[in-house]
């Protein structure tokens, strides 16, 4: 039997085919969130530049970058025009190589994980996003893997701000999100980063989120003219003055339009390649509509906020991400829809055994059901 990664990088291959078919190139970039322990020495500073070298040496498109809690960094992709493909190995890669080259400047323990427990301490005072009280309280810290997904014409030009596409697929997502949280949820500690702010009075301090939600400032973010913290998307600054103000800025938020699927959880358990299937399989589903000029006509009225499952497994509060997943079949169906539809054509050769999307579900399945009482389930065969 092929392995998870072998079957899931033969269905990307198939969906970016069927994708260039339709006159359109994917793109999708991912943000990772870690923290590290330092060397017990207080005089300890972690070097990025050195760190960004080394990736740059190992062919991986993204930079390591320092992020809010004491002792996070965040791995952020490039944008180089990168394949969904190619972005997928360039995240694998990234997960299995950046634990050694923070080793190498004496990091002790690098936590590529949903929760970094007890991570920082400290508490915001009232209304403010960046003035800390005297109370040192432990705050538990959640990691997150961002996927950020757009699609461009034969013009290389960014569709996701025209005639509805952004918005029908924002709503792509928030409809398959629910049933496929095992692929972004991957480990029991995910659902525990859900309950961080509500279970520990974080609120204030932690601002990842806990369902699937629309908007802009939602879990499942459209960033068009406003971000997530309704900033300008797209400035640009093109001059300075003295004291390094900007005084003259130019805004292009066509070029970085896109969807932001906020859900992920940072693990070791996180497959890059299933999660690429799962965001190219709602673009293909917006794309479909897009060429008919349907995405206005299939908008719904505003959906209210989707709750997430408490567990991987079934719980007294409903089914868990595992039998969610078991039980739908847009995954699956879809990637065998493609297939099917590639195989008609003469000219284009389909990749993989047939009925690809049944094997890759069952292969993701299988990895759950080796030993049922796992709480840590590890993508990597």
């Known amino acids: 039997m092929q392995s998870c990664n072998a079957l899931a990088r033969k269905a990307i291959i198939i969906i970016q085919e069927y994708i260039a078919q339709l006159g359109f190139r994917p793109s999708i970039h991912f943000e990772l969130e870690g923290c590290y322990q330092p060397p017990r020495n207080s005089h300890f500073c972690l070097s990025y530049s050195l760190i960004n070298q080394q990736l740059q040496y190992l062919g991986i498109d993204g930079e390591l970058v320092p992020e809010y809690w004491r002792n996070q960094w965040e791995y952020v992709s490039k944008f180089n025009r990168q394949s969904p493909l190619e972005e997928a190995t360039n995240l694998t890669r990234a997960i299995a190589n950046i634990p050694s080259l923070l080793s190498h400047q004496g990091v002790e323990h690098t936590l590529i994980k949903p929760v970094v427990w007890s991570g920082d301490q400290g508490k915001l005072a009232e209304g403010s996003g960046h003035i800390f009280t005297d109370d040192n309280r ?15 014409n034969q013009y290389n030009e960014n569709i996701i701000p025209n005639n509805y596409f952004g918005e029908f697929l924002q709503q792509c997502f928030m409809q ?67 004291f390094n103000d900007v005084i003259v800025s130019k805004v292009d938020w066509i070029k970085t339009a896109r969807i932001e699927h906020r859900l992920g959880a940072s693990s070791l358990d996180y497959n890059a390649y299933v999660n690429v299937v799962y965001g190219l399989l709602n673009v293909v ?51 065998n829809t493609i297939q099917e539809k590639l195989s008609m054509n003469d000219n284009v050769r389909a990749y993989g055994p047939d009925n690809l999307g049944t094997k890759l579900k069952q292969a993701i399945i299988a990895l759950y059901q080796q030993d049922k009482l796992l709480t840590s389930v590890h993508y990597n065969n």
Not at 138 to 152: C, E, L
Not at 294 to 310: F, G, M, V
């Open 138 to 152: 432990a705050v538990h810290i959640p990691n997150a893997i961002q996927m950020n997904v757009s699609a461009m």
């Open 176 to 242: 398959t999100s629910l049933a496929c949280s095992l692929l972004y949820l991957p480990e029991e500690e995910a659902f525990e980063r859900l309950t961080l702010k509500e279970r520990y009075g974080l609120a204030q301090e932690l601002c990842s989120p806990v369902d699937i939600s629309g908007g802009h400032q939602g879990s499942i973010a459209l960033y068009k003219k406003v971000g997530k913290h309704n900033q300008k998307m797209g400035e640009q600054p093109l001059l300075f003055n003295e």
């Open 285 to 335: 589903d917006a794309l479909e509509a897009y060429a008919t000029d349907s995405c206005e006509l299939l908008l719904t009225r505003e959906q209210s906020t989707i709750k997430l499952p408490e567990s991987l497994y079934d719980t007294s509060g409903g089914f868990g991400a595992i039998s969610l997943f078991k039980q739908d079949h847009w995954f699956d169906y879809s990637i």
